[in-house]
Nanobody
Framework: QVQLVESGGGSVQVGGSLRLSCTAS???????MAWYRQAPGKQRELVAS???????NYADAVKGRFTISRDNVGGSGYLQMNTLQAEDTASYYC??????????WGQGIQVTVSS
């Protein structure tokens, strides 16, 4: 059973930046790491994902503003969020996926952007 610990959330003004971190209790080599978010009254949506080799995928809403990265040696993933907008306010969830067979979710961390 993999445990995921998230940190780096908080409140920031429009145009500001935050960096989210996700640390796994076990090796993440071979796993796809991703960040999802869910705003009040909305469905959970994929924000960004990154594979072991570094290939990335971004939602159109965050492309050019957010950057996902990972440290395979340290077993951590990161989401750098720049030029934050009020619409980015949501609970953000770290996610691990192994070939669509086994998945793990973080507890979620709140990001609030004031307008």
């Amino acid at each position: 059973q993999v445990q995921l610990v998230e940190s780096g959330g908080g409140s920031v003004q429009v145009g500001g930046s935050l960096r989210l971190s996700c640390t796994a209790s076990e090796s993440i080599f071979g796993w796809t790491m991703a960040w999802y978010r869910q705003a009040p009254g909305k469905q959970r949506e994929l924000v960004a994902s990154i594979e072991t080799g570094g290939d990335t995928n971004y939602a159109d809403a965050v492309k050019g503003r957010f950057t996902i990265s990972r440290d395979n040696v340290g077993g951590s993933g990161y989401l750098q969020m720049n030029t934050l907008q009020a619409e980015d306010t949501a609970s953000y969830y770290c996610h691990l996926d192994w070939k669509g067979v086994e998945t793990y979710w973080g507890q979620g961390i709140q990001v609030t952007v004031s307008s």
